[in-house]
Protein backbone atom coordinates (compact mmCIF):
# COMPACT_ATOMS: atom_id res chain seq x y z
CA UNK A 1 0.00 0.00 0.00
CA UNK A 2 1.35 3.44 -1.20
CA UNK A 3 2.72 5.87 2.34
CA UNK A 4 0.18 8.29 1.27
CA UNK A 5 -2.79 6.06 1.52
CA UNK A 6 -2.08 4.84 4.58
CA UNK A 7 -3.24 8.10 6.62
CA UNK A 8 -6.59 8.47 4.26
CA UNK A 9 -6.74 5.17 5.06
CA UNK A 10 -6.47 5.67 9.60
CA UNK A 11 -8.98 8.41 9.52
CA UNK A 12 -11.54 6.52 7.38
CA UNK A 13 -11.67 3.67 10.04
CA UNK A 14 -11.18 6.10 12.75
CA UNK A 15 -14.43 8.04 11.52
CA UNK A 16 -16.50 4.34 11.08
CA UNK A 17 -15.22 3.84 15.02
CA UNK A 18 -16.64 6.49 16.06
CA UNK A 19 -19.75 6.19 14.50
CA UNK A 20 -20.22 2.76 16.08
CA UNK A 21 -20.12 4.38 19.33
CA UNK A 22 -22.20 7.12 18.94
CA UNK A 23 -24.25 4.64 17.43
CA UNK A 24 -24.24 2.41 20.36
CA UNK A 25 -24.48 5.21 22.87
CA UNK A 26 -27.57 6.20 21.22
CA UNK A 27 -28.68 2.48 21.79
CA UNK A 28 -27.91 2.42 25.41
CA UNK A 29 -29.76 5.69 26.12
CA UNK A 30 -33.22 4.30 24.00
CA UNK A 31 -32.77 1.10 25.94
CA UNK A 32 -32.77 3.25 29.11
CA UNK A 33 -35.86 5.17 28.33
CA UNK A 34 -37.69 3.31 26.25
CA UNK A 35 -37.51 5.98 23.61
CA UNK A 36 -36.14 6.63 20.50
CA UNK A 37 -36.19 9.14 17.43
CA UNK A 38 -37.63 8.11 14.27
CA UNK A 39 -34.70 7.63 11.61
CA UNK A 40 -35.16 7.36 7.88
CA UNK A 41 -36.31 3.44 8.07
CA UNK A 42 -39.15 4.27 10.57
CA UNK A 43 -42.28 6.29 9.36
CA UNK A 44 -44.00 9.07 11.61
CA UNK A 45 -45.65 8.12 14.38
CA UNK A 46 -48.83 9.70 13.10
CA UNK A 47 -48.39 7.06 9.75
CA UNK A 48 -47.60 3.85 12.88
CA UNK A 49 -51.02 5.12 14.44
CA UNK A 50 -53.83 6.44 12.22
CA UNK A 51 -56.37 7.46 15.30
CA UNK A 52 -59.91 8.95 14.91
CA UNK A 53 -62.98 8.78 16.85
CA UNK A 54 -66.69 9.92 16.47
CA UNK A 55 -69.71 9.22 18.79
CA UNK A 56 -71.89 5.92 17.77
CA UNK A 57 -75.04 6.89 20.02
CA UNK A 58 -75.63 9.53 22.43
CA UNK A 59 -74.08 6.61 25.15
CA UNK A 60 -70.77 5.36 23.31
CA UNK A 61 -68.20 6.42 21.55
CA UNK A 62 -66.06 4.65 19.09
CA UNK A 63 -62.28 5.15 19.14
CA UNK A 64 -60.41 3.30 16.24
CA UNK A 65 -56.65 2.90 16.14
CA UNK A 66 -55.03 1.61 12.35
CA UNK A 67 -51.86 0.30 13.07
CA UNK A 68 -49.04 0.35 10.57
CA UNK A 69 -47.81 -3.58 9.45
CA UNK A 70 -44.97 -4.03 11.58
CA UNK A 71 -45.30 -1.42 14.42
CA UNK A 72 -47.82 -2.27 17.84
CA UNK A 73 -49.65 -0.59 20.26
CA UNK A 74 -49.72 -0.84 23.83
CA UNK A 75 -53.14 -2.05 25.32
CA UNK A 76 -52.05 -0.74 28.87
CA UNK A 77 -50.60 3.01 27.72
CA UNK A 78 -54.17 3.79 26.36
CA UNK A 79 -55.74 6.60 28.21
CA UNK A 80 -59.23 8.13 27.49
CA UNK A 81 -60.28 11.70 29.41
CA UNK A 82 -62.32 14.22 29.43
CA UNK A 83 -61.95 17.62 30.93
CA UNK A 84 -63.51 18.60 34.60
CA UNK A 85 -67.01 20.18 34.33
CA UNK A 86 -67.95 18.01 31.30
CA UNK A 87 -71.70 17.06 31.49
CA UNK A 88 -70.15 13.66 30.82
CA UNK A 89 -68.70 10.48 33.04
CA UNK A 90 -66.57 7.95 31.14
CA UNK A 91 -67.15 4.34 31.42
CA UNK A 92 -64.61 1.61 31.45
CA UNK A 93 -63.41 0.78 27.43
CA UNK A 94 -64.41 -1.78 26.01
CA UNK A 95 -61.04 -3.74 24.44
CA UNK A 96 -60.58 -6.74 22.64
CA UNK A 97 -57.73 -9.02 23.90
CA UNK A 98 -54.56 -8.11 22.63
CA UNK A 99 -51.39 -10.40 22.05
CA UNK A 100 -49.00 -11.16 25.35
CA UNK A 101 -45.35 -9.66 24.56
CA UNK A 102 -42.21 -9.92 26.59
CA UNK A 103 -41.19 -6.05 25.69
CA UNK A 104 -37.81 -5.15 26.09
CA UNK A 105 -38.71 -1.54 27.56
CA UNK A 106 -41.21 -2.23 29.79
CA UNK A 107 -41.39 -6.14 30.36
CA UNK A 108 -44.49 -7.88 30.30
CA UNK A 109 -47.45 -6.50 27.84
CA UNK A 110 -50.67 -6.86 26.36
CA UNK A 111 -50.12 -5.02 22.74
CA UNK A 112 -51.92 -4.98 19.70
CA UNK A 113 -50.48 -5.66 16.31
CA UNK A 114 -53.67 -5.19 14.33
CA UNK A 115 -56.18 -2.30 13.87
CA UNK A 116 -58.43 -2.40 17.06
CA UNK A 117 -61.44 -0.51 17.95
CA UNK A 118 -61.89 1.04 21.58
CA UNK A 119 -65.82 1.59 22.66
CA UNK A 120 -66.09 4.06 25.12
CA UNK A 121 -69.07 4.01 27.31
CA UNK A 122 -70.10 7.54 28.07
CA UNK A 123 -73.09 8.16 31.08
CA UNK A 124 -74.16 12.10 30.50
CA UNK A 125 -76.27 14.50 32.63
CA UNK A 126 -77.67 16.41 29.84
CA UNK A 127 -80.47 15.02 26.60
CA UNK A 128 -79.06 17.97 24.39
CA UNK A 129 -76.43 17.73 22.09
CA UNK A 130 -72.99 19.08 22.58
CA UNK A 131 -69.52 18.59 21.42
CA UNK A 132 -67.30 16.99 23.90
CA UNK A 133 -63.63 17.37 24.01
CA UNK A 134 -62.11 13.85 24.49
CA UNK A 135 -58.21 13.42 25.12
CA UNK A 136 -57.10 9.72 23.52
CA UNK A 137 -53.33 8.82 24.92
CA UNK A 138 -51.54 5.96 23.23
CA UNK A 139 -48.07 4.75 22.69
CA UNK A 140 -46.62 2.43 20.01
CA UNK A 141 -43.69 1.04 18.99
CA UNK A 142 -41.96 -0.98 15.72
CA UNK A 143 -41.05 -3.93 15.54
CA UNK A 144 -37.60 -3.64 14.47
CA UNK A 145 -37.10 -1.93 17.82
CA UNK A 146 -38.06 2.07 17.53
CA UNK A 147 -40.30 2.96 20.68
CA UNK A 148 -42.34 6.43 20.09
CA UNK A 149 -42.80 8.37 22.82
CA UNK A 150 -46.64 8.44 24.54
CA UNK A 151 -49.07 10.63 22.08
CA UNK A 152 -51.87 12.65 23.16
CA UNK A 153 -54.73 13.37 20.93
CA UNK A 154 -57.87 15.78 21.45
CA UNK A 155 -60.73 15.28 19.33
CA UNK A 156 -63.82 17.32 18.77
CA UNK A 157 -66.69 14.46 19.29
CA UNK A 158 -70.27 15.49 18.49
CA UNK A 159 -72.64 14.34 20.70
CA UNK A 160 -75.63 13.33 19.56
CA UNK A 161 -79.20 14.13 21.32
CA UNK A 162 -79.72 11.19 24.00
CA UNK A 163 -83.16 9.88 25.16
CA UNK A 164 -82.10 9.43 28.39
CA UNK A 165 -79.62 10.58 31.33
CA UNK A 166 -77.98 8.46 33.85
CA UNK A 167 -75.15 8.97 36.39
CA UNK A 168 -71.34 7.06 36.57
CA UNK A 169 -70.84 6.96 40.56
CA UNK A 170 -67.22 6.77 41.55
CA UNK A 171 -66.09 6.87 37.59
CA UNK A 172 -63.15 9.59 37.18
CA UNK A 173 -62.60 11.81 34.28
CA UNK A 174 -60.20 9.53 33.42
CA UNK A 175 -59.97 5.80 32.23
CA UNK A 176 -57.39 3.54 30.47
CA UNK A 177 -57.42 0.08 28.33
CA UNK A 178 -54.83 -1.41 31.23
CA UNK A 179 -55.33 -4.40 33.91
CA UNK A 180 -56.12 -7.65 34.10
CA UNK A 181 -59.75 -8.20 33.18
CA UNK A 182 -62.14 -11.07 32.35
CA UNK A 183 -62.05 -12.49 29.41
CA UNK A 184 -65.16 -14.38 27.86
CA UNK A 185 -64.66 -17.43 25.34
CA UNK A 186 -65.59 -15.67 21.93
CA UNK A 187 -62.99 -12.82 22.73
CA UNK A 188 -60.43 -15.32 23.25
CA UNK A 189 -61.30 -17.07 20.34
CA UNK A 190 -61.04 -14.33 18.04
CA UNK A 191 -57.52 -13.14 19.80
CA UNK A 192 -56.40 -16.47 18.12
CA UNK A 193 -57.54 -15.83 14.76
CA UNK A 194 -56.00 -12.31 14.95
CA UNK A 195 -51.97 -13.70 15.98
CA UNK A 196 -52.38 -17.17 17.80
CA UNK A 197 -50.72 -20.18 16.30
CA UNK A 198 -52.26 -21.16 13.22
CA UNK A 199 -52.30 -25.04 14.01
CA UNK A 200 -53.41 -24.32 17.34
CA UNK A 201 -55.95 -22.31 15.69
CA UNK A 202 -57.38 -25.04 13.89
CA UNK A 203 -57.27 -27.88 16.59
CA UNK A 204 -59.39 -24.98 19.07
CA UNK A 205 -61.81 -24.73 16.46
CA UNK A 206 -62.14 -28.58 15.63
CA UNK A 207 -62.99 -29.28 19.55
CA UNK A 208 -65.01 -26.50 19.66
CA UNK A 209 -67.41 -27.76 16.05
CA UNK A 210 -66.84 -31.60 17.67
CA UNK A 211 -68.49 -30.55 21.37
CA UNK A 212 -71.49 -28.02 18.84
CA UNK A 213 -72.25 -31.19 17.60
CA UNK A 214 -73.93 -32.78 20.38
CA UNK A 215 -76.11 -29.79 20.68
CA UNK A 216 -80.46 -29.90 19.42
CA UNK A 217 -78.86 -27.62 16.50
CA UNK A 218 -77.14 -30.09 14.63
CA UNK A 219 -78.07 -33.34 15.83
CA UNK A 220 -81.27 -33.26 13.60
CA UNK A 221 -77.95 -33.45 10.57
CA UNK A 222 -77.77 -37.12 12.10
CA UNK A 223 -81.24 -38.50 10.43
CA UNK A 224 -80.38 -36.71 7.27
CA UNK A 225 -77.12 -38.16 6.28
CA UNK A 226 -78.37 -41.90 7.43
CA UNK A 227 -81.17 -41.03 5.48
CA UNK A 228 -78.85 -40.20 2.16
CA UNK A 229 -76.66 -43.58 2.89
CA UNK A 230 -79.60 -45.77 3.19
CA UNK A 231 -81.41 -44.17 -0.19
CA UNK A 232 -78.41 -46.15 -1.69
CA UNK A 233 -80.02 -49.55 -0.88
CA UNK A 234 -78.30 -52.80 -0.40
CA UNK A 235 -75.42 -51.93 -3.27
CA UNK A 236 -74.07 -49.50 -0.42
CA UNK A 237 -70.65 -50.82 1.20
CA UNK A 238 -68.98 -49.44 4.23
CA UNK A 239 -66.38 -47.23 2.34
CA UNK A 240 -68.99 -45.94 0.36
CA UNK A 241 -71.16 -44.88 2.79
CA UNK A 242 -68.39 -43.40 4.43
CA UNK A 243 -67.41 -41.41 1.25
CA UNK A 244 -71.28 -40.02 1.33
CA UNK A 245 -71.02 -39.13 4.48
CA UNK A 246 -67.48 -37.40 3.81
CA UNK A 247 -69.06 -35.48 0.55
CA UNK A 248 -71.93 -34.13 2.98
CA UNK A 249 -69.31 -32.69 5.83
CA UNK A 250 -67.64 -30.60 3.39
CA UNK A 251 -70.58 -29.72 1.34
CA UNK A 252 -71.56 -28.73 4.59
CA UNK A 253 -68.18 -27.12 5.75
CA UNK A 254 -67.50 -25.02 2.42
CA UNK A 255 -71.00 -23.48 2.49
CA UNK A 256 -70.66 -22.95 6.32
CA UNK A 257 -67.05 -21.29 5.38
CA UNK A 258 -67.82 -19.20 2.43
CA UNK A 259 -71.60 -18.60 3.34
CA UNK A 260 -69.72 -17.06 6.79
CA UNK A 261 -67.28 -15.26 5.11
CA UNK A 262 -69.52 -13.69 2.78
CA UNK A 263 -71.74 -12.29 5.56
CA UNK A 264 -69.20 -11.16 7.71
CA UNK A 265 -67.77 -8.93 5.23
CA UNK A 266 -70.95 -7.77 4.60
CA UNK A 267 -71.66 -7.11 7.84
CA UNK A 268 -75.22 -8.81 8.01
CA UNK A 269 -76.64 -10.98 10.40
CA UNK A 270 -75.21 -14.16 9.74
CA UNK A 271 -77.69 -16.34 11.66
CA UNK A 272 -80.80 -14.40 10.99
CA UNK A 273 -80.33 -14.47 7.12
CA UNK A 274 -81.82 -17.94 6.20
CA UNK A 275 -84.52 -17.78 9.20
CA UNK A 276 -87.04 -16.30 7.39
CA UNK A 277 -90.34 -17.98 7.37
CA UNK A 278 -91.02 -18.80 3.79
CA UNK A 279 -87.26 -19.97 2.93
CA UNK A 280 -87.98 -22.36 6.03
CA UNK A 281 -91.03 -23.39 4.81
CA UNK A 282 -89.30 -24.11 1.64
CA UNK A 283 -86.28 -26.19 2.72
CA UNK A 284 -88.95 -28.27 5.33
CA UNK A 285 -91.02 -28.69 1.44
CA UNK A 286 -88.05 -29.69 0.23
CA UNK A 287 -87.30 -32.82 3.01
CA UNK A 288 -91.19 -33.54 2.73
CA UNK A 289 -90.06 -34.41 -0.91
CA UNK A 290 -87.29 -36.07 0.11
CA UNK A 291 -89.50 -38.32 2.46
CA UNK A 292 -91.74 -39.31 -0.15
CA UNK A 293 -88.99 -40.61 -2.43
CA UNK A 294 -88.07 -42.47 0.46
CA UNK A 295 -91.61 -43.87 0.51
CA UNK A 296 -91.76 -44.84 -3.26
CA UNK A 297 -93.89 -42.48 -4.05
CA UNK A 298 -91.57 -41.06 -7.09
CA UNK A 299 -87.54 -41.85 -8.49
CA UNK A 300 -86.15 -38.45 -8.57
CA UNK A 301 -84.31 -38.79 -12.17
CA UNK A 302 -82.61 -36.32 -14.56
CA UNK A 303 -84.06 -35.48 -17.70
CA UNK A 304 -83.69 -37.88 -20.26
CA UNK A 305 -81.97 -35.10 -22.43
CA UNK A 306 -79.38 -34.72 -20.00
CA UNK A 307 -79.04 -38.38 -19.49
CA UNK A 308 -78.40 -38.80 -23.22
CA UNK A 309 -75.62 -36.53 -22.98
CA UNK A 310 -73.80 -37.71 -20.11
CA UNK A 311 -74.57 -41.40 -20.16
CA UNK A 312 -70.94 -42.23 -20.12
CA UNK A 313 -70.87 -40.47 -16.26
CA UNK A 314 -74.33 -41.22 -15.07
CA UNK A 315 -77.76 -41.35 -16.77
CA UNK A 316 -79.53 -41.07 -13.05
CA UNK A 317 -79.76 -38.54 -10.02
CA UNK A 318 -80.56 -41.62 -7.75
CA UNK A 319 -80.44 -40.72 -3.97
CA UNK A 320 -77.35 -41.03 -2.28
CA UNK A 321 -75.21 -40.11 -4.99
CA UNK A 322 -72.01 -38.12 -3.91
CA UNK A 323 -73.38 -35.13 -6.13
CA UNK A 324 -76.85 -35.03 -4.10
CA UNK A 325 -75.55 -35.75 -0.88
CA UNK A 326 -72.79 -32.78 -1.25
CA UNK A 327 -75.76 -30.54 -1.92
CA UNK A 328 -77.71 -32.08 0.85
CA UNK A 329 -74.89 -30.63 2.55
CA UNK A 330 -74.30 -27.28 1.74
CA UNK A 331 -78.21 -26.68 2.55
CA UNK A 332 -78.19 -27.96 5.53
CA UNK A 333 -75.28 -25.81 6.83
CA UNK A 334 -77.45 -23.03 5.65
CA UNK A 335 -80.75 -24.25 7.17
CA UNK A 336 -79.99 -26.44 10.08
CA UNK A 337 -76.62 -25.69 11.71
CA UNK A 338 -78.37 -22.37 13.49
CA UNK A 339 -77.09 -22.16 16.71
CA UNK A 340 -74.80 -19.18 17.75
CA UNK A 341 -71.64 -19.85 19.95
CA UNK A 342 -68.73 -18.39 21.01
CA UNK A 343 -66.15 -19.72 17.94
CA UNK A 344 -68.83 -18.94 15.91
CA UNK A 345 -68.94 -15.24 17.16
CA UNK A 346 -65.34 -14.84 17.20
CA UNK A 347 -64.96 -15.82 13.76
CA UNK A 348 -67.62 -13.71 11.90
CA UNK A 349 -66.24 -10.74 14.58
CA UNK A 350 -62.52 -11.28 13.21
CA UNK A 351 -63.55 -11.39 9.73
CA UNK A 352 -65.94 -8.27 9.89
CA UNK A 353 -63.74 -6.13 12.30
CA UNK A 354 -59.95 -7.13 10.59
CA UNK A 355 -60.87 -8.13 7.10
CA UNK A 356 -58.85 -11.18 8.18
CA UNK A 357 -60.87 -13.68 5.73
CA UNK A 358 -58.41 -16.38 5.13
CA UNK A 359 -57.61 -17.24 8.71
CA UNK A 360 -61.13 -16.32 10.06
CA UNK A 361 -62.45 -18.73 7.10
CA UNK A 362 -60.30 -21.73 8.27
CA UNK A 363 -61.46 -21.20 11.39
CA UNK A 364 -64.71 -21.36 10.15
CA UNK A 365 -63.90 -24.79 8.23
CA UNK A 366 -62.36 -26.05 11.09
CA UNK A 367 -65.30 -25.87 13.61
CA UNK A 368 -67.60 -27.26 10.76
CA UNK A 369 -65.50 -30.32 10.07
CA UNK A 370 -65.54 -30.83 13.86
CA UNK A 371 -68.79 -30.73 14.17
CA UNK A 372 -69.04 -33.35 10.76
CA UNK A 373 -67.04 -36.09 13.08
CA UNK A 374 -70.08 -37.38 14.45
CA UNK A 375 -71.81 -37.93 10.37
CA UNK A 376 -68.55 -39.72 9.42
CA UNK A 377 -68.98 -42.51 11.94
CA UNK A 378 -72.66 -42.64 11.61
CA UNK A 379 -72.10 -42.63 7.91
CA UNK A 380 -69.55 -45.65 8.24
CA UNK A 381 -71.12 -47.58 10.75
CA UNK A 382 -74.28 -47.59 8.79
CA UNK A 383 -72.48 -48.52 6.17
CA UNK A 384 -71.27 -51.95 8.10
CA UNK A 385 -74.79 -52.54 9.89
CA UNK A 386 -77.26 -52.38 6.77
CA UNK A 387 -78.14 -55.50 5.35
CA UNK A 388 -76.69 -56.30 1.92
CA UNK A 389 -79.88 -57.69 0.40
CA UNK A 390 -83.41 -58.46 1.00
CA UNK A 391 -87.02 -56.54 0.03
CA UNK A 392 -86.94 -55.23 3.82
CA UNK A 393 -84.37 -52.51 2.76
CA UNK A 394 -87.54 -50.88 1.38
CA UNK A 395 -88.39 -50.91 5.46
CA UNK A 396 -85.25 -49.35 6.13
CA UNK A 397 -85.71 -46.71 3.68
CA UNK A 398 -88.87 -45.84 4.69
CA UNK A 399 -88.06 -45.72 8.20
CA UNK A 400 -85.57 -42.89 7.23
CA UNK A 401 -88.31 -41.72 5.41
CA UNK A 402 -90.28 -40.88 8.64
CA UNK A 403 -87.39 -39.61 9.98
CA UNK A 404 -87.02 -37.14 6.96
CA UNK A 405 -90.56 -35.90 8.12
CA UNK A 406 -89.13 -35.30 11.30
CA UNK A 407 -86.32 -33.04 10.50
CA UNK A 408 -89.35 -31.08 8.07
CA UNK A 409 -91.36 -31.31 11.19
CA UNK A 410 -88.27 -29.66 13.28
CA UNK A 411 -87.85 -26.73 10.98
CA UNK A 412 -91.05 -26.39 11.07
CA UNK A 413 -92.23 -25.68 14.40
CA UNK A 414 -89.47 -22.94 15.24
CA UNK A 415 -92.05 -20.60 12.88
CA UNK A 416 -95.56 -22.10 13.94
CA UNK A 417 -96.80 -21.39 17.72
CA UNK A 418 -95.52 -24.07 19.93
CA UNK A 419 -98.95 -25.46 20.91
CA UNK A 420 -99.51 -25.89 17.02
CA UNK A 421 -96.59 -27.70 16.91
CA UNK A 422 -97.41 -30.65 18.78
CA UNK A 423 -100.33 -31.93 16.00
CA UNK A 424 -97.50 -31.36 13.71
CA UNK A 425 -95.18 -33.74 15.46
CA UNK A 426 -98.08 -36.34 15.04
CA UNK A 427 -97.48 -36.74 11.56
CA UNK A 428 -93.35 -38.59 11.13
CA UNK A 429 -94.33 -40.18 14.52
CA UNK A 430 -97.87 -42.16 12.83
CA UNK A 431 -95.74 -41.97 9.33
CA UNK A 432 -93.14 -44.79 11.17
CA UNK A 433 -96.27 -46.47 13.60
CA UNK A 434 -97.49 -47.40 9.80
CA UNK A 435 -94.27 -48.16 7.79
CA UNK A 436 -93.44 -50.62 10.96
CA UNK A 437 -96.72 -52.38 10.99
CA UNK A 438 -96.17 -52.77 7.20
CA UNK A 439 -92.48 -53.85 7.76
CA UNK A 440 -91.78 -56.88 5.25
CA UNK A 441 -89.46 -59.03 7.95
CA UNK A 442 -88.70 -62.91 7.38
CA UNK A 443 -87.85 -62.97 11.43
CA UNK A 444 -90.44 -63.35 13.44
CA UNK A 445 -88.82 -61.83 15.94
CA UNK A 446 -88.15 -59.15 14.04
CA UNK A 447 -91.51 -58.93 13.13
CA UNK A 448 -92.19 -58.87 16.88
CA UNK A 449 -89.89 -55.95 17.64
CA UNK A 450 -91.79 -53.83 14.71
CA UNK A 451 -95.30 -54.31 15.94
CA UNK A 452 -94.15 -53.16 19.06
CA UNK A 453 -92.46 -49.84 18.24
CA UNK A 454 -95.44 -49.21 16.13
CA UNK A 455 -97.76 -49.36 19.03
CA UNK A 456 -95.15 -47.23 21.04
CA UNK A 457 -95.63 -44.74 18.42
CA UNK A 458 -99.29 -44.77 17.86
CA UNK A 459 -99.48 -44.01 21.53
CA UNK A 460 -97.14 -40.67 21.63
CA UNK A 461 -98.71 -39.25 18.53
CA UNK A 462 -101.86 -40.21 21.17
CA UNK A 463 -100.31 -37.99 24.23
CA UNK A 464 -99.55 -35.24 21.59
CA UNK A 465 -103.01 -35.24 20.57
CA UNK A 466 -104.19 -34.98 24.26
CA UNK A 467 -101.27 -32.80 25.47
CA UNK A 468 -102.36 -30.25 22.52
CA UNK A 469 -105.96 -30.43 23.96
CA UNK A 470 -104.56 -29.42 27.08
CA UNK A 471 -102.20 -26.41 26.42
CA UNK A 472 -99.34 -28.32 26.22
CA UNK A 473 -96.14 -27.14 24.01
CA UNK A 474 -93.07 -29.43 24.86
CA UNK A 475 -93.78 -32.26 22.81
CA UNK A 476 -91.10 -34.22 24.74
CA UNK A 477 -93.53 -33.33 27.64
CA UNK A 478 -96.52 -33.54 25.89
CA UNK A 479 -98.50 -33.77 29.60
CA UNK A 480 -97.64 -31.04 30.85
CA UNK A 481 -99.25 -27.91 31.08
CA UNK A 482 -97.59 -24.59 30.11
CA UNK A 483 -98.12 -23.20 33.47
CA UNK A 484 -96.49 -25.60 35.25
CA UNK A 485 -94.03 -26.26 32.62
CA UNK A 486 -92.00 -23.04 32.82
CA UNK A 487 -91.28 -20.77 35.85
CA UNK A 488 -92.72 -17.46 35.39
CA UNK A 489 -89.51 -15.59 33.85
CA UNK A 490 -89.80 -11.67 34.66
CA UNK A 491 -88.71 -10.32 31.23
CA UNK A 492 -89.77 -7.29 30.04
CA UNK A 493 -90.08 -6.82 26.60
CA UNK A 494 -88.32 -4.13 24.59
CA UNK A 495 -87.81 -3.41 20.97
CA UNK A 496 -85.51 -0.38 20.53
CA UNK A 497 -82.50 1.13 21.57
CA UNK A 498 -84.14 4.23 22.98
CA UNK A 499 -86.81 1.56 25.10
CA UNK A 500 -83.55 0.01 26.21
CA UNK A 501 -82.13 3.49 27.26
CA UNK A 502 -85.39 4.16 29.15
CA UNK A 503 -85.56 1.31 30.86
CA UNK A 504 -81.62 0.88 32.21
CA UNK A 505 -82.39 4.85 33.45
CA UNK A 506 -85.50 3.23 35.30
CA UNK A 507 -83.29 0.93 36.63
CA UNK A 508 -80.38 2.70 37.48
CA UNK A 509 -82.71 5.17 39.49
CA UNK A 510 -83.98 2.26 41.58
CA UNK A 511 -80.51 1.24 42.16
CA UNK A 512 -80.76 -1.91 40.30
CA UNK A 513 -78.61 -3.50 37.17
CA UNK A 514 -79.76 -4.45 33.95
CA UNK A 515 -79.89 -7.95 32.33
CA UNK A 516 -80.80 -7.68 28.52
CA UNK A 517 -81.71 -10.89 26.31
CA UNK A 518 -81.54 -11.32 22.84
CA UNK A 519 -84.27 -13.61 21.65
CA UNK A 520 -86.05 -15.50 19.15
CA UNK A 521 -88.82 -17.83 18.66
CA UNK A 522 -86.84 -20.10 15.80
CA UNK A 523 -83.93 -19.80 17.98
CA UNK A 524 -82.96 -23.08 19.49
CA UNK A 525 -80.44 -22.04 22.29
CA UNK A 526 -82.78 -19.33 23.28
CA UNK A 527 -85.18 -21.96 24.37
CA UNK A 528 -82.57 -24.01 26.21
CA UNK A 529 -81.87 -20.57 28.44
CA UNK A 530 -85.24 -20.27 29.14
CA UNK A 531 -86.35 -23.83 30.30
CA UNK A 532 -82.70 -24.93 32.10
CA UNK A 533 -80.63 -21.97 33.32
CA UNK A 534 -82.85 -18.74 33.86
CA UNK A 535 -85.55 -20.91 36.38
CA UNK A 536 -82.72 -21.98 38.48
CA UNK A 537 -82.59 -20.92 41.84
CA UNK A 538 -79.09 -20.17 41.69
CA UNK A 539 -79.66 -18.07 38.77
CA UNK A 540 -82.57 -16.28 39.87
CA UNK A 541 -80.80 -15.54 43.09
CA UNK A 542 -77.87 -13.81 41.16
CA UNK A 543 -80.35 -11.96 39.56
CA UNK A 544 -82.31 -10.57 42.57
CA UNK A 545 -81.25 -6.93 42.31
CA UNK A 546 -81.73 -7.23 38.29
CA UNK A 547 -83.90 -5.79 35.82
CA UNK A 548 -84.57 -8.57 33.54
CA UNK A 549 -84.73 -7.05 29.94
CA UNK A 550 -85.21 -8.87 26.48
CA UNK A 551 -84.98 -8.08 22.55
CA UNK A 552 -87.45 -10.25 20.53
CA UNK A 553 -86.14 -10.17 17.00
CA UNK A 554 -88.17 -13.20 16.13
CA UNK A 555 -89.04 -10.79 13.18
CA UNK A 556 -85.87 -9.34 12.17
CA UNK A 557 -87.44 -5.98 11.30
CA UNK A 558 -85.80 -2.51 10.89
CA UNK A 559 -85.77 -1.84 14.12
CA UNK A 560 -84.00 -5.12 15.15
CA UNK A 561 -81.69 -5.07 12.82
CA UNK A 562 -80.40 -1.59 13.93
CA UNK A 563 -80.59 -2.75 18.07
CA UNK A 564 -78.51 -6.27 16.98
CA UNK A 565 -75.97 -3.72 14.68
CA UNK A 566 -75.52 -0.91 17.80
CA UNK A 567 -74.52 -4.32 19.95
CA UNK A 568 -72.49 -5.93 16.73
CA UNK A 569 -73.95 -8.88 17.32
CA UNK A 570 -73.91 -11.94 15.48
CA UNK A 571 -77.73 -13.31 16.71
CA UNK A 572 -79.77 -14.67 19.66
CA UNK A 573 -79.24 -15.83 22.18
CA UNK A 574 -76.72 -12.67 23.14
CA UNK A 575 -76.76 -11.19 26.81
CA UNK A 576 -75.47 -8.53 28.20
CA UNK A 577 -74.99 -6.87 31.78
CA UNK A 578 -75.55 -3.49 32.88
CA UNK A 579 -74.07 -1.62 36.29
CA UNK A 580 -75.80 0.57 38.43
CA UNK A 581 -74.00 3.26 36.71
CA UNK A 582 -75.70 2.12 33.28
CA UNK A 583 -72.50 1.39 31.61
CA UNK A 584 -72.36 -2.29 30.02
CA UNK A 585 -70.03 -4.48 31.36
CA UNK A 586 -69.14 -5.69 27.38
CA UNK A 587 -66.60 -8.29 28.85
CA UNK A 588 -68.90 -10.36 30.45
CA UNK A 589 -71.14 -10.93 27.57
CA UNK A 590 -72.75 -14.39 26.75
CA UNK A 591 -73.03 -15.94 23.50
CA UNK A 592 -74.70 -19.29 23.20
CA UNK A 593 -76.57 -21.58 25.53
CA UNK A 594 -74.53 -21.58 29.37
CA UNK A 595 -75.35 -23.92 32.22
CA UNK A 596 -76.71 -22.65 35.45
CA UNK A 597 -73.29 -23.72 36.91
CA UNK A 598 -71.38 -21.22 35.01
CA UNK A 599 -73.72 -18.54 34.42
CA UNK A 600 -74.59 -17.23 37.52
CA UNK A 601 -70.85 -17.18 38.82
CA UNK A 602 -70.40 -14.81 36.26
CA UNK A 603 -73.69 -13.12 36.67
CA UNK A 604 -72.17 -12.43 40.43
CA UNK A 605 -69.14 -10.98 38.82
CA UNK A 606 -70.73 -9.06 36.04
CA UNK A 607 -73.00 -7.13 38.42
CA UNK A 608 -70.61 -7.24 41.71
Known sequence: MPRQARPTLLVLILALFGGAILTAQAADVSQITGLSTPSDDFVDVDVAFKVSAEATAADRIEINFVVLEGYYLYRGKMKFAVEAGQPVALGAPDLPTGETKEDEYFGKQEVYHHDVVARLP?????????????????????????????QTKTFQIAMPEATAVSTLAGVAGSVSGGGEAYVSEQDRLANLIRSGNVFLMVGAF????????????????????????????ASVTRTRAFMLSLAYVLGMAATYTAAGVAVAAAGQQAQTLFQQTWIILLFAALFVAMAASMFGFFTVQMPSFIQTRLSEMSNQQKPGSYAGVVAMGALSALIVTTCVGPALVAALSVIGQSGQMVRGGVALFSMAMGMGVPLLVVGASAGQLL???????????????????????WMVSRVVPEHSALLLWMIPLLSLALVLEMAQLKSPAGRGVARVLAVVAVVYAVLLGVGFTQGSTDPLQPLQARAEEHVQLPFQRIKSLEDLNAQIATANAAG???????????CVSCKEMEKYTFPTAEV??????TVWLQADVTANDDVDKALQKHFGIVGPPSIMFYGRDGVERREFRVVGFMKPAEFAPLVARALQ
Do not use: H
Not at 124 to 146: I, M, N
Open 122 to 150: VSRSSKEAFTLPLKVSYQGCADAGLCYAP
Open 206 to 233: FLAGLLLSFTPCVLPMVPIVAGLITAGG
Open 387 to 409: PRAGAWMDTVKQVFGALMLAVAV
Open 512 to 522: KTVMLDFYADW
Open 540 to 545: RNALAS
